[in-house]
């Protein structure tokens, strides 16, 4: 189905992590909150405090609004910016993955569960050690393992941890060295911490060369969601200041991938964000735009389209607004 139409239109809403839960779609979005203050470029504008849960019982269906599943005041480590949030399942149980400032204003990612895909959760009272920056999202292998894939650069704070450690004022990245890319950490069998330190994925060009900082149409911004299809692993972004929904694929979970092209040309505001889901045999791409705003970047609601494969694996290019 063509449904290009905000999903519900009473709360602004971005950054829509879409999960198929016993046979329901579910949707993990941000929660924009209108004013009137200005953009900067450490997306200041963002100042979400809350997160609600969407369902629909199948693509046809109407889209239901949960409620409040969690709200800052109930996250003692986190001071502002709930950002773009994700869940998963494992034995019964449902994880919410979200990142947000610490006290310092340092980005983190937390987690909160409950025995309901819609909530309430219940966080935990520290984040996640290790985690910095945000967009986190998980892949449930096919062997039972959990990754999570997280990062964005300038406001998403990614360039502060390119050496490992956090350093405040980052060296600038030369146009013509490698590209930074999210991290990857496989998740503990607890769902509440990191198997391993996280590191960061590289994605490389056809000659296996590194995406450079400067290919700004194709290198790694913010947003990353990982599925798999036909048993390869697919790496998408958002390219930020290009605006493009772009994919890599690998073999490995941890990468490399390798560019293959763009899933998503511009949507009407500055970001860009998206999940992929399966349902019923068909693929879907959620993402947002500021339609229902007339443009106000912090002002965002979030649709869903059908996406396509091409015979090798490829993915048609979606034109938001018609092809
Ligand atoms: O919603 C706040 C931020 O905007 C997200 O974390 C980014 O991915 C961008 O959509």
Redesign the pocket.
């Given at each position: 189905m063509e449904q290009r139409e905000p999903l519900v239109r009473h709360i602004f809403t971005?950054?829509p992590s879409a999960r198929v839960f016993d046979d329901r779609i579910y949707i993990y979005p941000?929660h924009?909150l209108p004013h009137d203050g200005e953009d900067d470029d450490e997306?200041g504008e963002?100042i979400?405090e809350d997160y609600h849960v969407l369902s629909m019982d199948g693509p046809e269906a109407e889209c239901v609004d949960n409620g409040e599943a969690l709200n800052m005041r109930d996250v003692p480590w986190v001071s502002r910016q709930m950002?773009?949030p994700d869940c998963v399942c494992r034995d019964g149980k449902y994880y919410l993955y979200f990142?947000a400032k610490d006290r310092s204003g340092v980005f983190h990612i937390g987690v909160a569960v409950s025995d309901s895909p819609v909530g309430p959760f219940k966080a935990e009272e520290d984040y996640i050690e290790n985690s910095m920056s945000?967009?986190p999202a998980i892949l449930a292998d096919d062997d039972g393992r959990f990754f999570m894939y997280n990062g964005?650069l300038w406001?998403?704070q990614l360039e502060r941890w390119q050496t490992g450690t956090y350093t405040e004022t980052p060296e600038e990245i030369d146009r013509e060295d490698a590209s930074l890319g999210p991290f990857v950490a496989e998740l503990a069998e607890d769902m509440k911490s990191f198997k391993e330190r996280p590191r960061m994925v590289r994605i490389l060009d056809g000659n296996g060369e590194p995406i450079k900082a400067g290919d700004e149409d194709r290198r790694f911004f913010?947003?990353p969601w990982m599925h798999k299809y036909n048993g390869l692993y697919y790496l998408s972004y958002?390219t930020g200041t290009t605006h493009y929904i772009c994919y890599a694929t690998g073999e490995d979970p941890r990468g490399p991938f390798t560019y293959r092209g763009r899933i998503l040309e511009p949507v009407i505001g500055w970001?860009?964000?998206h999940s992929i889901t399966e349902y019923h045999g068909k693929w879907y791409l959620f993402y947002?735009d500021c339609e229902l705003s007339g443009g106000i970047n912090h002002r965002?609601n979030v649709k869903f389209t059908e996406l396509h494969y091409n015979p090798d694996g490829t993915i048609q290019t979606i034109f938001p607004y018609g092809d």
């Open positions: 971005a950054d941000s924009d997306g963002y979400m950002w773009a990142p945000i967009d964005g406001g998403g913010e947003g958002s970001t860009t964000h947002h965002r």
